[in-house]
């Protein structure tokens, strides 16, 4: 690693990844920036992913593969992280896709800005094939970490398409056993970043795949949206954030009420257990909310719709197609 050129880690977890993966990798092994640690972390499958991550591995001298037994997807990240040499990082899933410029264009901003953060636009597709982009004309906005953290509209909860320098994960991890993991970490990520840059520039694909958890349905690992308030709201307080701990309660208030609307859209035969659950969160944190000025006209329209006319808010989303 030389100054001119750092080394930027690539981590690109993988779980049952065989249709997708060569995609994936070929659109990393295009990149315009050459000087990267290609991290496979093969995450247990039971699939023919493990061969194929051997096999790019004895092509292209930049890839590392690490064999796990299956943890998911913040395991496979932070076992990734644990092992990482470059002094920046970047997170690719294994079904999604860059273009060929994402890595360098994101070291260009980092260096001109002098930030430790850069984040790009994704591109939603549900094909399997790197197609032309239109680009807007180049704006960066650049802000501090703390700033990005108070920002509800620039800055994405995704952790992809971004680039972080390495140190911001030096004792930071993501929390495992759960999903919404990148919300779980946004705060204490931002909290650890001096500077950060948000460009409009389109960079990353991401697939839109009818296996995705956040695609297939209702499950019980919806209610992990509980475990991501509490962490926020553990860290807010601890570090005195008042504002953002408000916030964050009245987020989730109002997203106990989608949940209640999506278990009932979806017919979910054990939401009896789940119900009282929402019930029990609602009555705590109620006479807070009610009072919140971050709590808008239109969101309690929206959330009233939601918890209390399940069928009409249905109907009227089916209207609106």
């Not at 050129?5 to 990149?31: D, H, K, M, R, W």
């Not at 092992?83 to 890595?103: A, I, K, Q, S």
């Not at 994101?106 to 790009?120: E, K, M, N, P």
Request: charged fraction near 25%.
């Amino acid at each position: 690693m030389t100054e001119a050129t750092p080394l930027v880690s690539v981590i690109i977890p993988i779980y049952n990844g065989e249709p997708y993966l060569e995609l994936c990798l070929e659109s990393v092994f295009a990149q315009t920036y050459e000087n990267l640690e290609i991290l496979l972390v093969d995450d247990g499958s039971t699939d023919g992913s493990p061969a194929m991550c051997d096999a790019f591995a004895a092509r292209d001298g930049r890839v590392r593969v690490i064999h796990k037994p299956n943890g998911g997807l913040s395991s496979a990240r932070n076992a990734g992280l644990d092992v990482m040499r470059g002094e920046y990082v970047t997170f690719v899933d294994c079904d999604d896709f860059l273009l060929p410029h994402m890595v360098e264009f994101f070291l260009h901003i980092a260096r001109s800005y002098g930030c430790d953060v850069v984040t790009g636009r994704s591109v939603d597709t549900p094909k399997r094939e790197i197609a032309a982009v239109e680009q807007p004309p180049l704006e960066v906005m650049t802000m501090t970490g703390m700033e990005a953290l108070y920002d509800r509209e620039h800055y994405a909860v995704t952790v992809m398409h971004k680039l972080y320098e390495s140190r911001i994960f030096a004792d930071l991890r993501f929390t495992e056993g759960m999903i919404y993991e990148d919300a779980a970490i946004r705060a204490p990520l931002l909290w650890r970043a001096q500077r950060v840059a948000v460009t409009n520039q389109k960079v990353y694909f991401y697939y839109l795949s009818p296996n995705s958890i956040m695609r297939s349905g209702y499950s019980a690992k919806r209610l992990d949206v509980i475990k991501v308030y509490e962490l926020r709201r553990s860290f807010f307080r601890e570090h005195g954030l008042t504002e953002l701990d408000e916030r964050n309660s009245v987020d989730f208030y109002f997203r106990l009420a989608k949940l209640w609307y999506e278990m009932t859209k979806a017919g979910w035969p054990e939401r009896g257990k789940h119900l009282p659950v929402i019930r029990a969160w609602e009555a705590e944190l109620r006479g807070e909310v009610r009072r919140s000025p971050f709590f808008p006209p239109r969101m309690r329209l929206q959330r009233i719709a939601y918890r209390y006319f399940p069928g009409l808010t249905r109907l009227f989303f089916k209207l609106r197609k």
